[in-house]
């Protein structure tokens, strides 16, 4: 089993940075995919990058350029680093990990709250 706690959002003007942290339970991190998913009010939970254990990101058109995610191995932990921030940028973020060396995403984070004002 896994756990993922997730820090760092709040409120942030249009045009601001954020950056998110998880962080995960367990030894078997470096052979996990990493993501992060958003939902808005009112809409379905959408995905928004990810970081492959093999190596390599990969993100959704609506954030390339902006969103850069990174990972710390000895850490246990994830980022999401949001620049250029935009109002329909406002979600719930939250962390995801697949099981090890496997790709559905199977854990999940309790979210943290993003804001961006306009």
């Known amino acids: 089993q896994v756990q993922l706690v997730e820090s760092g959002g709040g409120l942030v003007q249009a045009g601001g940075s954020l950056r998110l942290s998880c962080t995960a339970s367990g030894r078997t991190f470096s052979s996990r995919t990493m993501g992060w998913f958003r939902q808005a009010p009112g809409k379905e939970r959408a995905f928004v990058g990810g970081s492959r254990w093999s190596g390599g990101t990969y993100y959704a058109d609506s954030v390339k350029g902006r969103f850069t995610i990174s990972r710390d191995n000895a850490k246990n932990t994830v980022y999401l680093q949001m620049n250029s921030l935009k109002p329909e940028d406002t979600a719930v973020y939250y962390c995801?990990?697949?099981?090890?060396?496997?790709?559905?995403?199977?854990?999940w984070g309790q979210g943290t709250q993003v804001t961006v004002s306009s």
């Open positions: 995801a990990a697949t099981s090890a060396l496997l790709n559905d995403y199977n854990y």
